[in-house]
Each structure stands twice: as structure tokens, then as C-alpha cells.
């Protein structure tokens, strides 16, 4: 089955500067790459996601690139704010199977200090 | 996105005992997923949702442990039987958008503690 590996675990970053978070998958036939935040207290919210025929997307001061041929996909948030604060997934799937089955990685502990 | 709701919010239940998580969308959708999520880890599925059909449980995973309903396309309960401490987790139901069927939105989640 799938393996989906993230790092780091915990990422500390000054407010304003950026902050990149690095997933890789096993599976070659995984074609969807969700990323989800989760505030404490939450349920973890999708906050970008790219399919694998396309290399990067981009939502305002977040950003995502994959990379299929090495199998990694990276989220890059920029100018940092204290509400980015939280927990990051990514994850990945193969789509477009209606009982699409999202295999998570273990996360991220981002913290934007002040 | 589709508007999920979970009930009850947290619980604080006795070794032993049963409890019944709710899940509730304001919008038809073939399938839900639920998902537990231990502290500070990440997210497993433990079963698929089909309504009008037995839920499909992943590896790990048995029915009689957590039993799944589905009686309608807007709503399902999970149930954790004969629970024990290692049971304490954030349970989460999600559910596919109706446009893009590989997105998933998740519910607000219930904390249970197992005393």
C-alpha cells in the first residue's frame, strides 16, 4: 500500500519568513496530493491540494510543488503569520475512484513566533 | 464544501462501555469515511461508509469493535465498543465534495477519553 513520509515534524519559523514542509510517497500511481491544516481543537481543513498533471499550484501566500519523478511534493507557505500556527498533513490518494482512500502523513508542528 | 457536523463534540466515557458518534452532512454524498486520529498522531482510516451496504473496514479494523451505521446519504454513526484507554482518540468523519470526488472535508471531530 501507500507510504507517505513528512518532514520535519516540528518546523519554528520567525513571523514574515517562509516555511516549507517535505512529504514523499511510495506508490507511482498516486495521482492527488491534499494538504490539510489542523488548529487545535479542529478537524484538519483543506487548505490546497494539486493533481499529478501539474507541477505547482499556487493560493495566495501558500504553494505547492510535486515532483513525480521523485516522488515528493512540498507545501511552501510565505510571510509567515502567527495564525499559520498549527498542525500540517499532507496526503495522497489515487483518484478519481469514488471511494478514494487518503493515506496522511505524519504531520507537521508549525510554529510562527512574533 | 459540504458542512459537517459531529456529535457528540468530546466524551469522557468508563472502561468497558460503548459510545456513539454521529455524523451528519447538509448534503447527499455517496460515501463517508471515518478516521481516528490518537494523540499527536496522524490520521487512519478505519472504515468507508456506503449507504445501503455494509461499511468496509480497513486493515486493523473489525466491525464488532466499531460498528458503522448508514441509514440515509446525509448520515452516519460510528460506534467504539468495549472500549479501553488505547480507545482515547479524536474520531473524524469526512466526506468526498460532489463536483471533485477525490477531495475530502472533514468533520469538526470527537475527542474521546477512556478512563
Known amino acids: 500500500g501507500e507510504n507517505v513520509e513528512q518532514h520535519p515534524s516540528t518546523l519554528s519559523v520567525q513571523e514574515g519568513d517562509s516555511a516549507v514542509i517535505k512529504c514523499t510517497y511510495s506508490?507511482?500511481?498516486?495521482?492527488?496530493f491534499p494538504w490539510y491544516k489542523q488548529e487545535l481543537g479542529k478537524g484538519p481543513q483543506l487548505i490546497i491540494d494539486?493533481?499529478?498533471?501539474?507541477g505547482e499550484k499556487k493560493d495566495q501566500r501558500i504553494a505547492v510543488t510535486l515532483n513525480k519523478t521523485a516522488k515528493h511534493f512540498s507545501l511552501h507557505i510565505t510571510e509567515t503569520q502567527p495564525e499559520d500556527s498549527a498542525v500540517y498533513f499532507c496526503?495522497?490518494?489515487?483518484?478519481?475512484?469514488?471511494?478514494?482512500?487518503?493515506?496522511f502523513g505524519g504531520g507537521t508542528r508549525l510554529m510562527v513566533k512574533p | 464544501s459540504a458542512v459537517i457536523s459531529q456529535k457528540p463534540s468530546r466524551d469522557i466515557c468508563q472502561r468497558g462501555t460503548s459510545l456513539t458518534i454521529q455524523c451528519q452532512v447538509d448534503?447527499?454524498?455517496?460515501?463517508m469515511f471515518w478516521y481516528r486520529q490518537q494523540p499527536g498522531q496522524s490520521l487512519t482510516l478505519i472504515a468507508t461508509?456506503?449507504?445501503?451496504?455494509?461499511?468496509?473496514?480497513e486493515s486493523g479494523f473489525v466491525i464488532d469493535k466499531f460498528p458503522i451505521s448508514r441509514p440515509n446519504l446525509t448520515f452516519s454513526t460510528l460506534t467504539v465498543s468495549n472500549m479501553s484507554p488505547e480507545d482515547s482518540s479524536i474520531y473524524l468523519c469526512?466526506?468526498?465534495?460532489?463536483?471533485?470526488?477525490?477531495?475530502?472535508?472533514f468533520g469538526p471531530g470527537t475527542r474521546l477519553t477512556v478512563l
Open positions: 494539486i493533481r499529478s498533471n501539474v
Open positions: 506508490d507511482s500511481a498516486s495521482n492527488y
Open positions: 496526503a495522497a490518494s489515487k483518484r478519481p475512484n469514488a471511494g478514494n482512500m487518503l493515506t
Open positions: 448534503s447527499q454524498v455517496t460515501m
Open positions: 469526512s466526506v468526498p465534495t460532489s463536483g471533485r470526488r477525490d477531495t475530502q472535508y
Open positions: 461508509a456506503n449507504q445501503g451496504s455494509e461499511a468496509t473496514y
